[in-house]
């Protein structure tokens, strides 16, 4: 084969450092940009966080301070305004020292399932086989405090490979089993939902409406669950409102006693926007608490600047840096800029919303705002995703406020999530004992100028979480 050299002429885009850094920290949430300045500020000793952030503006600065920024105003190469001068972001306002929080919000379970337990086996009479039995299955039981492997597997957990009469170990586990579930929660140690609900049945007072209950737990629960009352009525012959009460009682039961001891996974979220109505009209302005307060550090950038003047080319290093700390100093506010903008984009659209509720929700799509704030949908799609606004209506991400649009019998369309807040209306002020069909439902919504199927009806229904019509019928 010959070899030959060919010339071609094509293009392609190419991403500048800074554009990949603005685009990557416009998808990052609050937590993770966080993260990534933390990093930053470990890695650039030119990078430094603003620690008088929030301060008043009167509030001297140290002497240091101010000799040092006569410095690098004395700079020959003074035409870049950066050198050796604050370039602060996020100082919008100072955080409310009055504000409380509830120390016991940020609380989470302090006793463990298996520490409330262990306290009270401390305090039984039992010897210490039986004690170590019962301490033996506590640490069994699962975080809903079931115990969920067999007493024959716990057997030969405990026998192994040695020679021990597996049936007086099966005995004495089963005695340690009924002491185990006489302790608080009621419930506990229970092998099945039905013996769990029927555990916390038994230690209440003797009376009809319990011995129904455990009648209906032990032998009809299936039904009830399917809310098949005629029957269970009729194989327990009693009456509607002897099965009613019953019923009730069962509600009231918890079938996971253990899991209230679980440690609590709380997680919190800082809105990045924060919507108020001002001058009658809804505002969206960043919040000062999500925002990082950074600057270029005052000595280092006098130290280079000192030194380029004197062309010494051990600066090259700090030089990068510098660079480095202006460029990520820009995106973030650039970041953070974006998000506003498009959160007022957002609110423009939604006002009704922000006055009425999830009713007056208009529809809306990426597209849309896109055009208003002059970007890419891409774009839009990464400032909505994992930004959150706050407003007099509760926290919201921004992705909430965008949906699908169904058709109206005036040529208008209605917002998905308007429909769904009229679904989740009708169903709460139905009649239990008549409860509203798919069909019902969306002949109702017809009636009101939206035309929407059975089957799109059933499907906001589950997104809503709402049981079909034969779960909800009450006696």
């Not at 800074?18 to 000793?45: F, K, M, V, Y």
């Not at 262990?118 to 305090?123: C, E, N, P």
């Not at 006055?355 to 839009?380: C, F, N, W």
Request: glycine share 6%; aromatic share 4%; hydrophobic share 40%.
């Amino acid at each position: 084969m010959k070899q030959t050299l060919q010339i071609e002429i094509s293009q392609h885009l190419a991403l500048s450092p800074q554009l990949q850094q603005s685009i990557r920290l416009l998808q990052l949430s609050t937590l993770e940009l966080n993260q990534e300045i933390e990093q930053a500020l470990q890695d650039n000793p030119l990078l430094e966080r603003d620690e008088l952030a929030g301060m008043p503006e009167d509030a001297p600065d140290s002497a240091a301070t101010d000799e040092a920024q006569d410095h690098a105003n004395e700079a020959d190469e003074g035409s870049d305004p950066e050198w050796g001068s604050d370039i602060l972001f996020g100082q919008h306002g100072s955080r409310d020292s009055d504000d409380d929080t509830d120390a016991g919000e940020l609380q989470a379970a302090a006793t463990g399932l298996r520490e409330h337990l262990g306290s009270q086996l401390a305090l039984t009479q039992l010897g210490e086989r039986e004690r170590s039995v019962v301490a033996f299955l506590i640490e069994a039981l699962d975080s809903d405090g079931y115990l969920a492997q067999s007493l024959a597997e716990l057997v030969e957990t405990l026998a192994g490979n040695a020679e021990v009469d597996r049936e007086e170990l099966l005995e004495e586990l089963n005695i340690g089993l009924r002491h185990l579930q006489q302790f608080d929660p009621s419930g506990i140690g229970a092998r099945t939902p039905q013996e769990c609900l029927d555990l916390q049945l038994r230690s209440m007072p003797d009376s009809a409406t319990r011995d129904l209950a455990r009648r209906v737990i032990r032998d009809h629960l299936d039904q009830l669950a399917a809310h098949d009352y005629a029957k269970i009525g009729e194989a327990l012959a009693c009456s509607d409102d002897e099965l009613r009460d019953a019923q009730t009682l069962i509600k009231s039961l918890n079938p996971r006693p253990g899991a209230q001891y679980a440690p609590l996974d709380t997680r919190y979220v800082i809105p990045d926007v924060i919507v108020r109505k001002q001058h009658g009209r809804w505002q969206a302005s960043l919040n000062d608490e999500a925002m990082p307060h950074l600057h270029i550090h005052r000595l280092y950038a006098n130290i280079l600047q000192s030194q380029r003047r004197r062309r010494n080319g051990s600066a090259s290093g700090l030089t990068g840096q510098l660079q480095e700390a202006k460029r990520l100093i820009k995106n973030v506010q650039q970041r953070f800029d974006t998000i506003q903008r498009v959160a007022q984009a957002i609110v423009d659209r939604q006002r009704a919303f922000f006055d009425h509720g999830e009713l007056a929700m208009r529809p809306l799509l990426l597209r849309e705002i896109a055009d208003i704030v002059g970007m890419h949908e891409s774009t839009i799609s990464r400032v909505t995703t994992q930004k959150y606004l706050a407003s007099p209506r509760g926290i919201f991400e921004l992705k909430y406020f965008f949906g699908s649009h169904v058709a109206t019998d005036t040529g208008g369309a209605a917002s998905s999530t308007a429909i769904r807040a009229l679904i989740k209306q009708l169903v709460g002020a139905e009649d239990g004992h008549k409860p509203l069909s798919d069909a019902k439902i969306a002949e109702i919504l017809g009636a009101q100028g939206i035309m929407v199927a059975r089957r799109t009806v059933a499907k906001y229904r589950e997104a809503l979480n709402i049981a079909p019509v034969n779960l909800r019928k009450a006696l």
